[in-house]
C-alpha cells in the first residue's frame, strides 16, 4: 500500500488526521503502516485508527480513493506531530523497506528553457507529492541541454530526501523551464559512494 499525504490536521480531541490518494494497494482500519520520510529523514510505525472516503466513515480503502486517515503512534516513545510533517511524505506498507532518496537518475526531454542548462542547474521538482528544488549533477551524453534535447541526468535534492521509485513520472519548472520525464534509478547515501544502493527498472 501506498499513501500520498496531500494535506494534514491536528484536530483537537482526535489527534493527527492525513489526506491524500492512495496509490497504491488497500488500507484497512487498524493497519500498521510507516510514514514519511519526515523533516528528520525517518519513517515512523503508526496506526490507522479511521478511515473516511467521501466523508463517510469505512472499515478500508482501495487504491484510486481519495481518503483520510486519523493516526496514532504504535509504540509509546514515538511521538507524532504537524511540526514534523512536510511535503511529499506518504503512508506505505510494513513490507516495504523504505530508504530516503537523496539522488536519481531520469531521462528527461526539455520541452522549453530561454538558454540553455548545464551541470549546476535548479528547477523545482514536481513527482507525485514531491515539491522540491532539485540541482543537476551530471549529464550522460551531452555538456549542455537545449529545448528539444533529451538525455539521462543525475540530480540531487537540495534540501532533504524523498521516498521516490523508479518509473515515476515528473516535471521540473523554474521560470519559463518546462521538463517531463521519469525516473530509472534511485540512489539511497550518496554521502559514501561505496554505500551507495542503486535501484534500477528491470
Known amino acids: 500500500m501506498q499513501f500520498d499525504i496531500q494535506e494534514h490536521f491536528s484536530v483537537p480531541g482526535v489527534g493527527i488526521v492525513v489526506s491524500g490518494l492512495i496509490r497504491s494497494g488497500r488500507a484497512f482500519l487498524n493497519q500498521q503502516v510507516q510514514i514519511g520520510p519526515d523533516k528528520n529523514k525517518q519513517f515512523k510505525v503508526v496506526t490507522i485508527k479511521s478511515i473516511h472516503v467521501?466523508?463517510?466513515?469505512?472499515?478500508?480503502?482501495?487504491?484510486?480513493?481519495?481518503?483520510?486517515?486519523?493516526?496514532?503512534?504504535?509504540?509509546g516513545?514515538?511521538?507524532?506531530?504537524?511540526?514534523?510533517?512536510?511535503?511529499?511524505?506518504?503512508l506505505i506498507d510494513m513490507a516495504i523497506k523504505p530508504e530516503p532518496v537523496w539522488e536519481f537518475e531520469a531521462n528527461i526531454h526539455v520541452l522549453q528553457h530561454?538558454?540553455?542548462?548545464a551541470i549546476g542547474y535548479q528547477g523545482v521538482l514536481h513527482c507525485g507529492v514531491i515539491r522540491q528544488a532539485i540541482e543537476m549533477q551530471a549529464l550522460q551524453t551531452k555538456e549542455v541541454l537545449r529545448s528539444g534535447d533529451q538525455d539521462s541526468v543525475r540530480f540531487r535534492f537540495k534540501y532533504s530526501p524523498e521516498f521516490m521509485k523508479p518509473d515515476q513520472i515528473l516535471v521540473i519548472r523554474e521560470g519559463r523551464t518546462r521538463i517531463f520525464g521519469f525516473v530509472t534509478a534511485i540512489y539511497g547515501d550518496v554521502k559514501n559512494e561505496n554505500k551507495i544502493e542503486k535501484q534500477q527498472i528491470q
Open 77 to 90: 516513545s514515538i511521538t507524532l506531530d504537524r511540526a514534523d510533517f512536510k511535503k511529499g511524505m506518504v
Open 114 to 117: 530561454p538558454t540553455q542548462m
Open 54 to 75: 467521501n466523508r463517510v466513515q469505512v472499515d478500508n480503502a482501495k487504491v484510486g480513493d481519495q481518503a483520510c486517515f486519523c493516526l496514532k503512534p504504535s509504540k
